[in-house]
């Protein structure tokens, strides 16, 4: 029996290439699943995060009724009286909110203030109202905090909230102190 050497080479060996090119598709498949994963995870947070946002439009429903509206009441110097508070209401009518407010609980007094207009996803945001004194004036003002802003209405000298002018504003930022490290 007559032996030949010769040596290997990876073009002659049909089984080499043969397992090569299955591994190859072998890698080509596992990175066609790992992409489908990818695509799948992008779905369902897409998914799962449209539902939460309904969940929670549902529940701010239950919570605070609809149209949504926010209520307070304190001394803003309109005549109140101790036992009768100024009364504030804040309410979202479809986007637009409109803020009510009654003097001394006297529902003939009662004047309306109108607020921004609400786009988008913030069309069914909760306004939240509070009266404090802004400007250093010793009456409180309205302040309506909506989509992480806030409006600022001042408690003018004839008894009636008004929108804070630029000019306000920077009188009121230059009034604070300022902040020391």
């Known amino acids: 029996m007559a032996m030949v050497l010769r040596e290997l080479t990876h073009g ?11 591994e190859r598709r072998g890698m080509g ?7 489908t994963y990818l ?6 947070s ?9 969940v929670q439009a549902v529940l701010a429903d239950m919570r ?6 926010t209520t307070t009441s304190g ?17 979202n009518l479809d986007g637009q909110v409109h803020i009510l407010v009654i003097p001394a609980s006297d529902m003939n007094r009662l004047t309306r203030l109108e607020g921004p207009y609400l786009f988008g996803d913030s069309g069914r945001e909760v306004p939240h109202i509070e009266l404090r004194d802004m400007n250093d004036d010793e009456r409180n003002d ?10 600022i209405y001042l408690n003018r000298v004839d008894g009636n909230f008004g929108l804070m002018t630029a000019a306000e504003r920077q009188k009121m930022l230059e009034s604070q102190a300022p902040w020391d490290p």
Not at 29 to 35: D, H, I, T
Not at 39 to 44: E, G, K, Q, T, Y
């Open 142 to 151: 309205l302040v309506l905090s909506v989509v992480g802003e806030q409006v």
């Open 46 to 54: 897409v998914f799962v995060g449209r539902l939460l946002t309904g």
């Open 12 to 22: 002659s060996n049909k089984a080499y290439q043969k397992a090569y090119q299955r």
């Open 64 to 69: 605070y009724g609809n149209p949504h509206l």
């Open 75 to 91: 001394y803003a110097f309109l005549g109140d009286r101790p036992e009768a508070p100024t009364l504030v209401v804040a309410l």
């Open 39 to 44: 695509l799948v995870f992008l779905a369902s």
């Open 29 to 35: 498949n596992l990175v066609l699943l790992v992409v």
